[in-house]
């Protein structure tokens, strides 16, 4: 979407029924439910608009214009709202909870969280089934829902590589040091002998996260590297043979038709100095430099985030074993204190792939606390055949 193109608006074809719509409204006395329902939709709208000025705020050239031209179509909708409500609009409504936390994050925080809210928001638009809103502003909404993404995905890509790493690696900090505690505990051994299999599954998990995480980044962006176009073709043109062009070969393997492989050939060769073609044109292969750390991160990044995001999961187990507690009130703690950790971090994912976060963040509680309670079975079972 262009941050000068036009959203849907009254004189749209989609929005044709609009005046008959209007006309209704304005003749047939709204029920009170009707005013409280479009007092909150006024109130959302308002909110929302704020919270895209906001993100504008903090960003430049087109991002800022696409997030202004949101807040623009978010004012359209607040007319349409104030006009049907007319003397009911009374005082400004306090807006959703939701919408609260948006404008509360986009003034604090401006990150690609927010723009996961909004996306989501976007989404659950209540417009499409409510015959007092128009079919174009139902449709403004599905835009702005595309729109939205598009912007939280450039966020997303900057995040993914080292984020993706600290999120793997606090989870099985958490997972893999919860069953370690209760698989050791069930057995009967001392408390202190769990204390101490608990740091060392910390330390050795933390550093085993670590490097792995570094040798697969590391590996990773050396694959990128290696697919990537050198300018053998601009050293090496001047001493072929046209006669046996091997540069229509170099063309032909990177995907392009005979045609144009022919003519990039010719060029390189010097055959052609006409821009015929800008597509075409003489240039180095690599003219649109790629970053290769925004879609998989650094090695040093996903190392060091994976080591200390697993050190700061499988360190949360052992606290209550840390500060002297024992037995099954010290399981029952760490149990519950990892499980509001698995909850958190579900929720987080949730926020950033703009899927919902309670079912994340459940999914990631039960999963965990599915393998820790497995882990203490075996664990019992361990402990009756050596006892």
Known sequence: MHPHAKTPHSDSPADSSSPSQDAEATTT?????????????????RAEAAVYRQLAQRRDGEEREILLALAEAEGRHEAHWLKLLGDHAGMP??????????????????????????QRAEGRSPYAKDPAATRAMAADEQIHEEVVRGLATRGRNRLSGTFRAAVFGANDGLVSNLSLVMGMAATGVPATVVLFSGIAGLLAGALSMGAGEYVS?????????????????????????????????????????????????????????????????????????VNEHEAVGSAWG????????????????????????????ALAVAGTLVGIALLSTGAVVGLLSGTSP?????????????AATATYGLGLVFGAVMG
């Open 29 to 45: 006395q709204p029920s009170s439910s009707d005013i409280k329902r479009w007092r909150q939709y006024l109130a959302d709208e």
């Open 358 to 370: 309670l079912t994340r963040g459940l999914r990631q509680l039960a999963i965990g606390l599915a």
């Open 217 to 289: 980044v590391r590996s990773q962006l050396e694959l990128l590297r290696a697919t990537r176009p050198t300018q053998a073709t601009l050293t090496a043109a001047p001493a072929l043979d046209i006669e046996h062009n091997e540069l229509v070969l170099v063309y032909l393997a990177r995907g392009m038709s005979r045609e144009a492989a022919e003519h990039r050939a010719a060029e390189r060769m010097g055959l052609y100095s006409c821009d015929c073609d800008p597509s075409l044109s003489l240039r180095p292969e690599a003219d649109e430099p």
């Open 302 to 329: 996903a190392a060091i985030s994976s080591f200390c995001f697993f050190a700061s999961g499988a360190i949360v187990p052992i606290l209550p074993f840390i500060f002297g507690m024992t037995g099954f009130a």
């Open 93 to 118: 409504k306090a807006a959703s909870t939701r919408s609260q936390m948006l404008g509360f994050l986009a003034r604090n925080f401006g990150s690609v969280f927010v723009l996961a809210l909004a």
